[in-house]
């Protein structure tokens, strides 16, 4: 990797922690997520800075930001857009919906019933949309960021693996240290501190970053130690369904994301053992239990095999 494209991750880095305050290792995960060109899913309660993360993503990179609110009558057309009659040429003009921007935010995903979920499987899989036979590109760079609360069930609808197939990782915020939140007491008192950030980077140069995740190498002992752990998931006797292949590729963009974001061109060990629990947990369906328990029990069965395998040297 250049220097000059270290130092473009160091801007964004530096840029989202001005407001993402006490949370080093969510902001390195978003990054994760979208330099991999991924998604990213936030399961946390409310009002511990979920929106926040995706407008500062927006911010930082000069890019357009929509946020939608899913509701129980929201309907995929409320999405994606729907096509128009245009009385004085009499002609159907296509009106794009919010999934039209660079960071889209779907706060509280789980609320929307399936049929419309669904609705972002073609946006967050091909970067594009169809409407009436049409398809419509969507903007590059492209991000979905969803969010939902682990602990309500009630009105919610549970995301089907095909859809949380997509998002790359799954990760929770946390409450911010004592300190860190006396400053945002302080920083917050007569304005949004997010509504100062500026552009560090141009979407250009997001696609070049983009491009560059790929170019990171993974030596054969460290594939070897990948499919080891990927492989585990298929035969652990507490585990129905293991991680698919389409799984296996996003836990290998993971690895790559996360060397190239702490500046290297190659993945070491620590790479592939720190993503595991939260690129892996949420693909995999764990033996006998309830799905508001799923996510801690799977997440446990994760690290039991991380643990358990040898590491390569």
Not at 25 to 50: M, Q, S, T
Not at 155 to 170: K, M, N
Not at 277 to 295: D, L, M, P, Y
Request: hydrophobic share 40%; charged share 25%.
């Amino acid at each position: 990797m250049t220097e000059n494209l270290h130092e473009l991750v160091e801007r964004l880095q530096t840029n989202m922690s001005k407001v993402v305050l006490g949370k080093p290792e969510v902001v390195r995960k978003c990054l994760v997520a979208f330099l991999a060109g991924e998604h990213l899913l936030l399961e946390d309660v409310p009002g511990v800075g979920k929106t926040l993360v995706g407008k500062a993503i927006a911010k930082s990179i000069d890019g357009q930001f929509h946020r939608v609110q899913f509701t129980p009558d929201l309907l995929p057309s409320d999405i994606v857009g729907s096509s128009i009659f245009n009385s004085n040429t009499s002609e159907f003009l296509f009106q794009p919906g919010p999934i039209f921007a660079n960071i889209v935010l779907a706060d509280e995903i789980n609320r929307a019933p399936p049929r419309t979920q669904s609705a972002l499987l073609e946006a967050m899989s091909d970067n594009q949309v169809s409407v009436d036979g049409k398809t419509h590109p969507l903007p590059r760079p492209f991000m979905v960021i969803a969010t939902q609360n682990p602990f309500e069930f009630e009105g919610t609808y549970a995301l089907p693996e095909s859809q949380l197939d997509r998002f790359l990782l799954r990760i929770s915020l946390g409450y911010p240290p004592r300190n860190q939140e006396r400053e945002v007491l302080q920083s917050h008192r007569d304005h949004e501190p997010v509504d100062d950030l500026t552009p560090v980077v141009t979407a250009d140069e997001v696609t070049r970053l983009q491009k560059a995740v790929r170019g990171v190498t993974l030596e054969e002992t460290l594939n070897e130690y990948l499919l080891d752990i990927v492989h585990a998931t298929r035969t652990h006797p507490d585990i129905q369904i293991g991680l698919s292949t389409r799984g296996m590729l996003s836990y290998y963009r993971a690895a790559q994301a996360v060397a190239f974001v702490q500046g290297r061109d190659y993945v070491v060990t620590d790479d592939i053992k720190d993503l595991a629990v939260a690129t892996i947990s949420h693909r995999v369906i764990a033996r006998g239990v309830q799905h508001g328990s799923r996510r801690d029990y799977a997440e446990q069965i994760i690290e039991q095999i991380v643990d358990s395998l040898h590491v390569p040297v």
